[in-house]
């Protein structure tokens, strides 16, 4: 089961809805791993749509039968991704060349969505033509406030910082601007005194 | 005290007429000195002393919005309407004094927009040649799509041809020239915004053209004034101030309220902005509604009233005022 229900949290922390097909005249999908249930969700909802869409799929651990399901469903371009960081060129390009009025769905990772989102943000795409949706891991993106490091797929709290060392508080205080969580010392007045690691939301 | 009611006195230093419709009135401080700077968009309301009849009618600045040392409003004739824009070409005179309101705006740009496109018609194309002003100033990227009756309706189309040439396009009705909406929409590049000023007609016609090419409301933006409308003469109870007052058949709710001494908020006086909203405490008869600002099924209560645009017949009206 790819979908979880996030616990109400702080204002500052994003919320995910579910896909729904709008009109367009171009379509926008980015996903990654299980986020393309999503899309396959929303390709059965409306098949008529894939044929304008422009599928950018980074399949991370959620192997190549995902990929051949959306192949399956038509769209005008699936472009597989063996990372986000891989796929940001052709992202940036698609989106500079969008036209207003296209619809832009984000599915999977809240890494993912998050840094996509900030990418059609950047381009222009208004807010309110950009859908998400979460799906799969609920590790998170996580900055570190000391040295500014950014630690991808964090899944316990607390956790060490790959950049710096220190033993890191995972907040839910998010920054749309980074697309990340906020990590903080733990033990910053008493070194050493660091709780047992959890995995988050467990 | 209303919102954008803080007032200013100016003397008219130009009034120009620039076809046989619209005519153009610049104002300077009556004090010297300068005038509050303003936003791209931004409208002020004219008080105008008609013998014992103050009439108060909003007209977008279409000057530059940095220049401190004057104003500049352009008025379209209308014969039909209730006097405000004949009152303006016939009586306002160079070296009178006059009253008008610190500017307000309900049309100001997004700034953080890639790219303004605009659709006037008529006199619709005021409040832009401001914001383009503004524009200027920004380098900012727009392009305007202008409709007109005739060439020689045209205000300000070969002042803004002269100067934009690349940007702005005219629209002549008498030549069956007709604006190519949908294709225009369809080929905006992402963070384009939409501004509409013409009549009803033409910013439904974007409106809905845009919503269907999957456009966000939020990046579509229009302002339409709106005349009150005059109707059959109707007495109102004006509960908080304990005053009754017979509202005349070419006078608004608003107007007739401001003549029994009671001082309501207000600040478009078109219906757009809210300001003036009342709550109805009983009626005994039909509200009509002809503002844009509440909703539907607020329309349908029965329990507020925009007194700007909107009248009542029946037998009783007690408004919390």
Redesign the interface.
């Known amino acids: 089961m790819s979908r979880f229900t996030f616990p109400p949290s702080i204002p500052s922390r994003p919320v995910y809805g579910t896909l729904a097909p709008r009109e367009a005249a171009q379509h926008l999908m980015v996903a990654d791993a299980e986020g393309a249930e999503a899309l396959l969700d929303l390709a059965a909802a409306a098949p008529e749509i894939m044929a304008k869409a422009h599928v950018i799929y980074i399949p991370r651990n959620a192997g190549e039968a995902l990929v051949e399901k959306l192949r399956a469903t038509g769209p005008d371009i699936l472009h597989v991704s063996p990372s986000y960081l891989a796929s940001v060129p052709r992202l940036r390009r698609v989106l500079s060349d969008t036209v207003m009025g296209a619809q832009v769905y984000l599915a999977g990772t809240e890494g993912l969505i998050g840094q996509a989102m900030n990418e059609a943000l950047q381009a222009g795409i208004p807010l309110a033509a950009i859908q998400t949706e979460h799906r799969g891991s609920v590790a998170r993106r996580v900055q570190c406030v000391h040295c500014k490091g950014i630690t991808e797929d964090v899944m316990t709290d607390p956790f060490v910082c790959s950049h710096c060392g220190l033993n890191l508080f995972v907040r839910d205080h998010y920054s749309r601007r980074l697309a990340a969580f906020q990590g903080v010392c733990i033990d910053a007045e008493d070194p050493g005194e660091v709780p047992e690691p959890v995995e988050l939301y467990k | 005290m209303s919102a954008g009611t803080q007032k200013i006195p100016v003397i008219v230093t130009a009034k120009v007429p620039l076809n046989e419709l619209v005519t153009r009135f610049e104002f300077q401080h009556a004090e010297g000195g300068s005038l509050p700077p303003f936003s791209g968009g931004a409208h002020t309301v004219v008080e105008m002393q008609d013998g014992d009849k103050t009439r108060l009618n909003p007209y977008s600045l279409m000057s530059d919005p940095m220049d401190p040392s004057h104003y500049a409003i352009s008025v379209r004739r209308d014969d039909q309407g209730r006097g405000g824009s004949v009152f303006m070409h016939d009586k306002v005179q160079v070296g009178d004094r006059m009253v008008i309101s610190y500017p307000v705006n309900l049309f100001p740009l997004d700034l953080t927009?890639?790219k303004h496109l605009m659709f006037a018609g008529g006199i619709g194309i005021t409040p832009f040649l401001s914001q383009i002003r503004q524009l200027e100033r920004i380098a900012g990227r727009f392009e305007l799509h202008y409709s007109v009756r005739s060439a020689a309706l045209a205000s300000y189309a070969e002042e803004l041809t002269t100067r934009h040439r690349a940007h702005v396009h005219v629209y002549h009705d008498d030549q069956d020239e007709r604006i190519a909406l949908a294709d225009l929409?369809?080929?905006?590049?992402?963070?384009?915004h939409v501004y509409i000023c013409g009549p009803r007609g033409m910013i439904d016609w974007v409106r809905e053209t845009?919503a269907?090419?999957?456009?966000?409301?939020?990046?579509v933006h229009y302002e339409e004034f709106l005349a009150p409308q005059s109707g059959k003469p109707f007495d109102v109870q004006l509960a908080a101030s304990g005053k009754t007052v017979t509202v005349g058949e070419h006078e608004s709710l608003l107007e007739a309220i401001e003549r029994a001494g009671v001082d309501a908020p207000y600040m478009c006086r078109g219906g757009a902005c809210g300001q003036c909203e009342t709550r109805v405490i009983r009626h005994d008869g039909t509200l009509l509604h002809n503002d844009h600002w509440l909703e539907d099924d607020e329309h349908a209560s029965g329990e507020k009233i925009m007194p700007c645009v909107s009248r009542f017949e029946g037998k009783t009206l007690v408004l919390d005022r």
């Open positions: 927009a890639k929409l369809r080929g905006q590049p992402p963070g384009t845009a269907d090419l999957g456009w966000p409301d939020a990046a």
